[in-house]
T-cell receptor, first 111, second 114 residues
Framework: RKEVEQDPGPFNVPEGATVAFNCTYS??????FFWYRQDCRKEPKLLMS???SGNEDGRFTAQLNRASQYISLLIRDSKLSDSATYLC????????????FGRGTSLIVHP | DAMVIQNPRYQVTQFGKPVTLSCSQT?????MYWYQQKSSQAPKLLFH???????NEADTPDNFQSRRPNTSFCFLDIRSPGLGDAAMYLC?????????????FGPGTRLTVT
C-alpha cells in the first residue's frame, strides 16, 4: 500500500460545481497534512494546511479524519482558474519534517 | 518579498556533461530540500538539509550530489547526466516551528539532456 494515495482523476466539472477530493495515508502517527496546488509546468504552492478541527478558506474546505486516515478537500463554486493538480502531502510521525506526496488529483473546470 | 529562487529556470546539457543547479532563499528557513519531478508524477525527494546536516534518500543515485555552503544557498550537482535525468528540479524550504513544516517551493529548473 502506498503511503499517500489519491485518485489521479481527472475530475472534469462545469463552472460553479462543487467537487471533493480525498486522500488516504498509511502512517497513523502522521501529524501534519497539507494540500498543495500545482499548475502545469509550475511549482507546487501551498493551498491549505489541514487541521484536526477542519478549516475553511473562502471556497475551499479541508477536513481531516484521523480514525479513517484520510483528508479531504472541498471546492465550492468552481472557477475556471481552479483547474490544476491538487497534491496531498503528509508529514511523518513525531513532527517529522519529511513530507510524502500523493501523486496528485487533476481538476479540469470547463465553461 | 521573501522567496525561494532557482537558477537557471531552464538548463540544457549534454549527456554526461556535469551541471549545477542553484537555489537561494530569503526566508531564513533551516530546512532545504531538492526534488525531482517528471511529467504526471509526484515530486520525488532526492535529499535535504536540516541546518547543516545532509540527508540522502536511500534511492537517490550517486550521480546526484548537493552542497549547502550557508543557510541561504543550496546546490544540486549532477555529475554525469543521463537522458533519464531530464526533469523538473524543485527546491523547497521549510522552518521548524508552529506551522509544522509547510514547504515553500522555488519555481523549478527544467533540465533537458541532449
Amino acid at each position: 500500500r502506498k503511503e499517500v494515495e489519491q485518485d489521479p482523476g481527472p475530475f472534469n466539472v462545469p463552472e460553479g460545481a462543487t467537487v471533493a477530493f480525498n486522500c488516504t495515508y498509511s502512517n497513523s502517527a502522521s501529524q501534519s497534512f497539507f494540500w498543495y496546488r500545482q499548475d502545469c509546468r509550475k511549482e507546487p504552492k501551498l493551498l491549505m494546511s489541514v487541521y484536526s478541527s477542519g478549516n475553511e478558506d473562502g471556497r475551499f474546505t479541508a477536513q481531516l479524519n484521523r480514525a479513517s486516515q484520510y483528508i479531504s478537500l472541498l471546492i465550492r463554486d468552481s472557477k475556471l482558474s481552479d483547474s490544476a493538480t491538487y497534491l496531498c502531502v503528509v508529514n511523518g510521525a513525531g513532527g517529522s519534517y519529511i513530507p510524502t506526496f500523493g501523486r496528485g488529483t487533476s481538476l479540469i473546470v470547463h465553461p | 518579498d521573501a522567496m525561494v529562487i532557482q537558477n537557471p529556470r531552464y538548463q540544457v546539457t549534454q549527456f554526461g556533461k556535469p551541471v549545477t543547479l542553484s537555489c537561494s532563499q530569503t526566508l531564513n528557513h533551516n530546512v532545504m530540500y531538492w526534488y525531482q519531478q517528471k511529467s504526471s508524477q509526484a515530486p520525488k525527494l532526492l535529499f535535504h538539509y536540516y541546518d547543516k546536516d545532509f540527508n540522502n534518500e536511500a534511492d537517490t543515485p550517486d550521480n546526484f550530489q548537493s552542497r549547502r555552503p550557508n543557510t541561504s544557498f543550496c546546490f544540486l550537482d549532477i555529475r554525469s547526466p543521463g537522458l533519464g535525468d531530464a526533469a523538473m528540479y524543485l527546491c523547497a524550504t521549510s522552518r521548524e516551528g508552529d506551522r509544522k513544516y509547510e514547504q515553500y517551493f522555488g519555481p523549478g529548473t527544467r533540465l533537458t539532456v541532449t
